[in-house]
């Protein structure tokens, strides 16, 4: 059971570009970084059911939330989804599973995702998310999958997220994009 | 004969540490980042040996050249070396070859250090320098060393560096770094 964090960036480093809003989720030109997940190739399609196959619960920032769930129509991933908010609201039943809105932060938004998940992983979605995840020392894993363009503008991956050694679980090569896994060495 | 960038960054997407000097020219942590360059192994000797033997000219900046000569105590690369500075010097001779110091600009740098190169590649050096150019559409291909670290702080590699389309052309996984080698789409 490990608590990873899931992001598409480009080569600079951004994980959306600039100017996000419901209309372009992905900020102006930032779709382009989630293509390799439509490739209709074996590698790419491979880490997609892994990662699924792999999560058992989900925690996602509000904002996430807001310009994701029109396009997702259902949680994002098939397991309990935890939602990091101000406003508390009550649970909302999806297709697949349930969101849940947690009003008193991270830790313990993670604590109830770890107890959902079971022997599975809790995936983090979202770049303050997993910033500040980062930050509070409470990622084991990161995936993230490098999509060959420079976006030059947009919104920042990791930014001042603290200093760790990373150990290389593995690297997959697809046509579309490249697949990094890294243990945070604490 | 192409114009490449070659640096090593972290995942975070750092390639120095904070507060460079001649001392800690990689700057407080950064050292870390050129580790895989005295590694025992074959996949990082050989893509050393595979850019030396690439190298027919070097373009750098002037901070990489002040900080950057004791550890060297010669040309960077065994070829001449173009250094951008505002301060006209005379050349300076050294082992492999000489140091120059332009005056007038990236662009005409890279005049001359394409003809001293011949049929080789030039390699541009330091991240002022490679974001300048980068900036200026004068960069052909980009050589990343993507560290397993977060170094959390320092010199960003990419910082508004424009937006371009980038073709994989290799992707060479050894146990110490990521090397990934991108076409720049213009």
Known sequence: ??????VTVSVDG???????SAQEPMGRGGARLH??????????????????????????????FDVGL?????????APSFVL????????????ASFHFVTDGIGNALTRARA?????????????????????????RLNLQIAPVLLGDGLRMFDETGHYELKP???????TVTHMQYEIVR
């Open 1 to 6: 059971m490990a608590v990873f964090a899931h």
């Open 14 to 20: 951004y994980m959306a570009g600039p100017d996000i």
């Open 35 to 64: 293509e390799w997940i439509f490739a209709d190739n074996e590698v790419d399609k491979s880490r997609v059911q892994d990662t699924f196959a792999a999560v058992g619960a989900v925690v996602l920032g509000r904002r996430t």
């Open 70 to 78: 029109d396009e997702w129509g259902d949680t994002p991933y098939p």
């Open 85 to 96: 908010t101000h406003r508390a609201e009550p649970d909302r039943e999806m297709k697949s």
């Open 116 to 140: 959902a998940a079971g022997d599975k992983d809790v995936v983090l979605m979202g770049g303050e998310t997993i910033q500040q995840a980062l930050r509070d020392g409470l990622v084991d």
């Open 169 to 175: 679980l593995a690297v997959t090569v697809s046509p």
